[in-house]
């Protein structure tokens, strides 16, 4: 069994700063990608940014470039997500999910097997 267990969300003012993180326990897939996604309310689920666990390469959504770093440590098994200069456009439900197997990098939410529960990210302007 796997489970990913994501913290960090809150609310916050236009321009501000959040830390979200995400812990994996059970199975271990060294050889797999993390990756982070969102949903805000009347829209569909949208790619944020990944990460392999191996090279530690990263993608990132047009959205996030330059405002978002993806960042992993494996000895903890966890993966994080530091959110810079927030926009209200950022309000959303952030999930973090597992693709094991795979270092390969896909930004569609299909690529990926395992998924969490949710955190809530509000920016208020």
């Known amino acids: 069994q796997v489970h990913l267990v994501e913290s960090g969300g809150g609310l916050v003012q236009a321009g501000g700063s959040l830390r979200l993180s995400c812990a994996a326990s059970g199975r271990t897939f060294s050889s797999g990608a993390m990756g982070w996604f969102r949903q805000a309310p009347g829209k569909e689920r949208e790619f944020v940014a990944a990460?392999?666990?191996?090279?530690?390469?990263?993608i990132y959504a047009d959205s996030a470039k330059g405002r978002f770093t993806i960042s992993r440590d494996n000895a903890k098994n966890t993966v994080d997500l530091q959110m810079n200069s927030l926009k209200p456009e950022d309000t959303a439900v952030y999930y973090c999910?597992?693709?094991?197997?795979?270092?390969?990098?896909?930004?569609?939410?299909?690529?990926?097997?395992?998924w969490g529960q949710g955190t809530q990210v509000t920016i208020s302007s």
């Open positions: 999910a597992l693709r094991p197997g795979s270092a390969t990098l896909v930004v569609a939410g299909r690529g990926y097997d395992y």
């Open positions: 990460i392999n666990w191996s090279a530690g390469n990263t």
